[in-house]
T-cell receptor
Framework: GAGVSQSPSNKVTEKGKDVELRCDPI?????LYWYRQSLGQGLEFLIY????????KSGLPSDRFSAERTGGSVSTLTIQRTQQEDSAVYLC??????????????FGEGSWLTVV | AQKITQTQPGMFVQEKEAVTLDCTYD???????LFWYKQPSSGEMIFLIY??????QNATEGRYSLNFQKARKSANLVISASQLGDSAMYFC??????????????FGQGTELSVKP
């Protein structure tokens, strides 16, 4: 598609349930990123994919968080046994990954997760 | 470790005036990229401008320019002729590595800009 697409745009879930958030990057972008943004805060890096592999998982906050990417395209971020502190906007982004550090990262509109 | 600091939580500017949003960074790498993003209340992150560490000229994109002072490790965003639609959160970000096959952006905490009519 023309831009980074995320679904669902909004999700309300009960504490303890699992949730899956989906990201479809810009066509041709091999790098894919997940970030988390809590209310009024900056962006917290979660994980980065290059193709289907994840060379940097350093930002995943706990083992309840996992992500996968198949076919070098769509990625799914899974949060197991959700807690109220998981409530945030989860932003996906993609970029070209060949060459310079200046390859721009383009963001989707985010998935707003509320854990009640 | 790399770090981005934005010291202005909030800024006000009169419509049609220029405003400078501050950003300082810390990195041990010689090759890096600096970015500014705008986040309006709708939540989307909009790319504004990029500056590479080896670029000798300051980057400009329309009304946006980046005042890059490498020795001071600062990358301030200048918005000229402010418009009401410029009211938003502005984030400075850095990515290390010249040929690092992608790599994450590290973001500052942001500056909320309000443009007054």
């Amino acid at each position: 598609g023309a831009g980074v697409s995320q679904s669902p745009s909004n999700k309300v879930t009960e504490k303890g349930k699992d949730v899956e958030l989906r990201c479809d990057p810009i066509s041709g972008h091999t790098a894919l990123y997940w970030y988390r943004q809590s209310l009024g805060q900056g962006l917290e890096f979660l994980i980065y994919f290059q193709g289907n592999s994840a060379p940097d998982k350093s930002g995943l906050p706990s083992d309840r968080f996992s992500a996968e990417r198949t076919g070098g395209s769509v990625s799914t971020l899974t949060i197991q046994r959700t807690q109220q502190e998981d409530s945030a906007v989860y932003l996906c982004a993609s970029s070209l990954a060949v060459g310079l550090a200046g390859n721009t990262i383009y963001f989707g509109e985010g998935s707003w997760l509320t854990v009640v | 470790a790399q770090k981005i600091t934005q010291t202005q939580p909030g800024m006000f500017v009169q419509e049609k005036e220029a405003v400078t949003l501050d950003c300082t960074y810390d990195t041990s790498d010689q090759s890096y990229g600096l970015f500014w993003y705008k986040q309006p209340s709708s939540g989307e992150m909009i790319f504004l401008i990029y500056q590479g560490s080896y670029d000798e000229q300051n980057a400009t994109e329309g009304r946006y320019s980046l005042n890059f002072q490498k020795a001071r490790k600062s990358a301030n965003l200048v918005i000229s002729a402010s418009q009401l639609g410029d009211s938003a959160m502005y984030f400075c970000a850095m990515r290390e590595g010249r040929y690092n096959q992608g790599g994450k952006l590290i973001f500052g905490q942001g500056t909320e800009l309000s443009v007054k009519p």
